[in-house]
């Protein structure tokens, strides 16, 4: 497979579940986000991963808990969930420089996962 | 505050008419400005960017955009729509925000091409 895949393709869970969010890029980037988009609203950036460090946590609520394994794979855990949390949830990735510096290179999304939270 | 400005929810053209989906920015320092367009059911797909040079800049699709440092804008246009560029727009910008770099996306413009 080619790009940034992401399973599932489709979440229906309940309130209490536990359940994942699957994204792999084969771009060979160093750097993964996880982004939220909801209607009628900027695509919320929800964290970043350079290097396979953290390096973002825009207020997103405890619920919500990534993981990166490795520069290629990028997980969201999801636990308790609310229905507003219902959105579709993309992952991207891209190559950035090093050291803090600015990099002008553009993203490379998935298909993303709908989420719906009943 | 840093941000990225899309006026338009919507925008209808008629096949064959140019078109133009606006955009507007705030950030400090020298931008780099970016457009995505996103189909149904995919992910948001990268159309071109400004970096630096030609105001001017061309893309994927037959699409343009001219960066106007004055005006701090980022339009996006093509000088004659299809029925397939039907979609969702989004522009975004890379800046120093809160101690990072980042990336900042509008809300989107709806492009509806009528045939």
């Known amino acids: 497979e080619t790009g940034v895949t992401q399973t599932p393709r489709h979440l229906v869970m309940g309130m209490t579940n536990k359940k994942s969010l699957k994204c792999e890029q084969h771009?060979?980037?160093?750097?993964m986000y996880w982004y939220k988009q909801s209607a009628k609203k900027p695509l919320e950036l929800m964290f970043v991963y350079n290097f396979k460090e953290q390096t973002e946590n825009n207020s997103v609520p405890s619920r919500f808990s990534p993981e990166c394994p490795n520069s290629s794979h990028l997980f969201l855990h999801l636990h308790t969930l609310q229905p507003e949390d219902s959105a579709l949830y993309l992952c991207?990735?891209?190559?950035?420089?090093?050291?803090?510096?600015?990099?002008?290179?553009?993203?490379?999304f998935g298909p993303g996962t709908r989420l719906t939270v009943l | 505050a840093q941000s990225v400005a899309q006026p338009e929810d919507q925008v209808n053209v008629a096949e064959g008419n140019p078109l133009t989906v606006k955009c507007t920015y705030s950030v400090s320092g020298n931008p780099y400005l970016f457009w995505y367009v996103q189909y149904p059911n995919r992910g948001l797909q990268f159309l071109l960017k400004?970096?630096?040079?030609?105001?001017l800049v061309k893309g994927s699709y037959g699409f343009e955009a001219e960066f106007n440092k004055s005006q701090t804008s980022f339009h996006l246009k093509k000088p004659s729509a299809l029925v397939s560029d039907s979609a969702l727009y989004f522009c975004?910008?890379?800046?120093?925000?809160?101690?990072?770099?980042?990336?900042?996306f509008g809300t989107g413009t709806r492009l509806k091409v009528l045939a």
């Open positions: 975004a910008v890379r800046g120093f925000f809160s101690g990072t770099y980042k990336y900042i």
């Open positions: 771009l060979g980037h160093n750097a």
């Open positions: 400004y970096i630096t040079g030609d105001n």
């Open positions: 991207a990735s891209s190559q950035e420089a090093s050291g803090g510096r600015n990099s002008y290179n553009e993203q490379f």
